[in-house]
């Protein structure tokens, strides 16, 4: 593994890792509106697959702009979650529970993706990277909108009756 000098590098590992985890929530998405009872999180989970590969490809020619490859580390953080909702996905029975529990599992995906955005978008402001800079704000943006839509359902499942 090679050592990180500089901002420019910096952000190509940001963005390496922003595309890791971009893959893994495509990959795992899929599972997770499969097992999820609530027609309204079975859609957002669907939807954030497509929304998933947009930012993946997104990343991809970012990651070429600045010179590298889109395929860096893993994203072990975003995979750590994913880990856990596919294991509360076998151990929590189907309904309410598991769909709040889905829930939080992908408001946390959410939040380490917002955090991952920011931190690559403060280094595009700091290289004076508009373009990519402004892709990735895109992105932290449907981020946000998505964990919202999240927030406002956990509310509704978890109130009784």
Do not use: F
């Not at 050592?3 to 990959?27: H, K, P």
């Not at 990651?63 to 880990?83: D, F, H, R, V």
């Not at 959410?110 to 508009?130: G, N």
Request: charged share 25%.
């Amino acid at each position: 593994m090679t050592e990180t000098s500089d901002m420019e590098g910096l952000l190509l590992v940001a963005v390496q890792d922003l595309y890791d985890g971009e893959n893994a929530l495509g990959a795992h998405l899929p599972h997770l509106a499969a097992v999820a009872e609530n027609d309204t999180l079975a859609s957002v989970l669907t939807q954030d697959v497509e929304r998933s590969r947009g930012q993946a490809e997104r990343l991809a020619s970012i990651a070429l702009q600045l010179g590298g490859p889109a395929q860096g580390s893993e994203n072990l953080w975003m995979k750590g979650i994913l880990t856990d909702a596919r294991r509360d996905s076998e151990t929590i029975r189907a309904g309410a529970l598991l769909d709040i529990a889905l829930v939080g599992a992908m408001r946390k995906a959410k939040h380490a993706e917002r955090v991952s955005y920011e931190t690559a978008i403060a280094l595009c402001d700091a290289l004076s990277l508009d373009h990519p800079g402004s892709l990735l704000e895109q992105s932290r943006q449907e981020e946000d909108a998505t964990d919202k839509m999240l927030e406002r359902l956990l509310y509704r499942l978890s109130q009784p009756g």
